[in-house]
């Protein structure tokens, strides 16, 4: 507080100011960085528990357009929109995954959602698309109830940054401070 209020022009006085807020910069990115990385590890995390509930769904007789009308739905219970209704508020290009520009929260939504249908298909020995569409609709309708409760409305969240950008700029960050011999 000192050095803030103090006299700039006093030498001391103007490098404890600089010296703050470098300091202030620094965390600043540094929160950044985790906040980035935490997405992309959700993002990660989502994609590896679709590939397992994609799994469990072929051995239940589920084939590649089940599982994709299983997921649709699923999105339009937690969004209320459908993956194309979605895409297009959101301004999403038609060839990629909604999820790559889900801010974090909404991505582990997902994620928590497939996760207990994986869980469920399971226990309750679910075979076929209705059978199993009607889970995941019901995992992803109680994770909406929740977020709503709490305040977030998924379809309202702002679209985040491309989650697949944000990793080629988190690994170029990275090998640039590796290159320069300083730890990560």
Do not use: C, W
Request: zero cysteines.
């Amino acid at each position: 507080m000192i050095a803030q209020n103090g006299d700039s022009r006093k030498e001391q006085i103007a490098f404890a100011q600089n010296y703050f807020a470098v300091q202030t910069r620094r965390a600043e990115i540094i929160e950044q960085r985790i906040l980035e990385t935490e997405r992309v590890e959700a993002r990660a995390k989502l994609r590896e528990t679709e590939k397992q509930l994609s799994g469990v769904l072929y051995e239940r007789g589920v084939d590649d357009k089940g599982f994709a009308i299983i997921r649709s739905k699923g999105d339009k219970a937690l969004f209320r929109l459908d993956t194309a209704q979605l895409k297009h508020k959101m301004g999403i290009p038609q060839s990629r995954p909604v999820a790559d520009f889900l801010p974090t929260v909404t991505i582990k939504a997902k994620d928590f959602a497939a996760a207990m249908t994986v869980e469920n298909v399971q226990i309750k020995d679910l075979h076929g698309v209705p059978a199993i569409e009607k889970e995941h609709v019901d995992n992803n309708l109680g994770v909406r109830k929740i977020m709503v409760e709490r305040g977030l409305v998924p379809e309202n969240l702002p679209p985040a940054e491309d989650v697949q950008k944000v990793e080629r700029r988190l690994k170029t960050e990275k090998k640039k401070v590796m290159k320069n011999g300083k730890e990560y």
